[in-house]
């Protein structure tokens, strides 16, 4: 991938899903804070062990460069810089031996070490 920094992503070629899983659990964490109207800001920063980390945090407002994926009952905030990196990618809930987490599944990673949040393009 080229440098997400040289170029923008315009609002009509990106792309960002969440699973049915992400979806329900997202539900559930907005449903037991009593913040219904809370969306889920994921971002990308620099750090970690392979370069780039993601980051989540809930959110009541949309900057006017934001993405928003969803629908009404669920949001997913994404800032513009941070879409470079994401563009393409996908929010799952995985609830296993290890533990139960958020992960995203990045096209535009090409490594990613072993906790799962980090990444390099």
């Known amino acids: 991938m080229s440098d997400p920094f040289a170029t923008e992503t315009s609002k009509a070629e990106a792309s960002f899903t969440i699973s049915d899983a992400a979806r329900t659990r997202l539900l559930q964490i907005f ?3 009593d913040k219904p109207d809370a ?3 994921v971002k990308v920063s620099g750090g970690g ?12 407002t949309i900057a006017k460069d934001d993405f928003v994926f969803g629908d009404d009952a669920v949001k997913v905030v994404v800032d513009t ?7 393409g990618a996908e929010i799952d809930f995985v609830n296993d031996m290890i533990g139960a987490a958020f992960q995203i599944k990045n096209p535009n ?10 990444f390099s393009t």
């Open 39 to 41: 969306m889920l800001r």
């Open 31 to 33: 449903a037991q804070e």
């Open 81 to 87: 810089v941070s879409m470079g990196f994401l563009s």
């Open 109 to 118: 990673a090409v490594t990613s070490c072993g906790c799962g949040t980090s």
């Open 49 to 60: 062990c392979a370069g780039y980390q993601y980051g989540f945090d809930f959110e009541s």
